[in-house]
T-cell receptor
Framework: AQSVTQPDIHITVSEGASLELRCNYSYGATPYLFWYVQSPGQGLQLLLKYFSGDTLVQGIKGFEAEFKRSQSSFNLRKPSVHWSDAAEYFCAVGPIQGAQKLVFGQGTRLTINP | NAGVTQTPKFRVLKTGQSMTLLCAQD?????MYWYRQDPGMGLRLIHY???????AKGEVPDGYNVSRLKKQNFLLGLESAAPSQTSVYFC??????????????FGPGTRLTVL
């Protein structure tokens, strides 16, 4: 069955430090992969997505992610985090049984230390 | 464009009461979805719709019903609320995108508490 695992429930980094959030997926074909961000009390906003082509994908707010088929991973990175990056981050994979359904990971909550 | 809107933003129910959550989108999207978000469990799909007049079950459909009478609206109903349905509910929409999986756009959520 299709699934997404985000191994880190909570990560704390210092402002200005680099960030990597891990995402591993299980999917029987070529996946479409997404990273969403959820600020406190808000809905989800798309950061970036991978469909095909270049395995390094650039997104909004200075984020990037790299698709590694051999490792079934799609890790999210940012070279230097800002206090405003504190949020919850979700990785998702699809499509699931058509209709563009997605399966989401459990989420990683990011805390930024000043 | 307002994007995806949800009504209400907050609601408290007593066990056994019923209610309807309304989702509206102004992006002319074909597909619409209802998710629930619970701590440590990410988002789980309740029901979805691939077009006006059609609905289908997702991962956790029990205790919920949906209707898509108009393309822009997707209603989620709880006939007899239970404490286990305390959650944050998100609606999302997307377009078919020429056969590939396109971005889902999310509403701001409805926080529901069932006492």
């Amino acid at each position: 069955a299709q699934s997404v695992t985000q191994p880190d429930i909570h990560i704390t980094v210092s402002e200005g430090a680099s960030l990597e959030l891990r995402c591993n997926y299980s999917y029987g074909a070529t996946p479409y992969l997404f990273w969403y961000v959820q600020s406190p009390g808000q809905g989800l906003q798309l950061l970036l997505k991978y469909f095909s082509g270049d395995t390094l994908v650039q997104g909004i707010k200075g984020f990037e992610a790299e698709f590694k088929r051999s490792q079934s991973s799609f890790n999210l990175r940012k070279p230097s985090v800002h206090w405003s990056d504190a949020a919850e981050y979700f990785c998702a994979v699809g499509p699931i049984q058509g209709a563009q359904k997605l399966v989401f990971g459990q989420g990683t909550r990011l805390t930024i230390n000043p | 464009n307002a994007g995806v809107t949800q009504t209400p933003k907050f609601r408290v129910l007593k066990t056994g009461q019923s209610m309807t959550l309304l989702c509206a989108q102004d992006m002319n999207h074909e597909y619409m979805y209802w998710y629930r978000q619970d701590p440590g469990m990410g988002l789980r799909l309740i029901h979805y719709s691939v077009g006006e007049g059609t609905t289908a079950k997702g991962e956790v459909p029990d205790g919920y019903n949906v209707s898509r009478l108009k393309k822009q609206n997707f209603l989620l109903g709880l006939e007899s609320a239970a404490p286990s349905q305390t959650s944050v509910y998100f609606c999302a929409s997307s377009s078919p995108g020429g056969g590939y999986t396109d971005t889902q756009y999310f509403g701001p959520g409805t926080r529901l508490t069932v006492l």
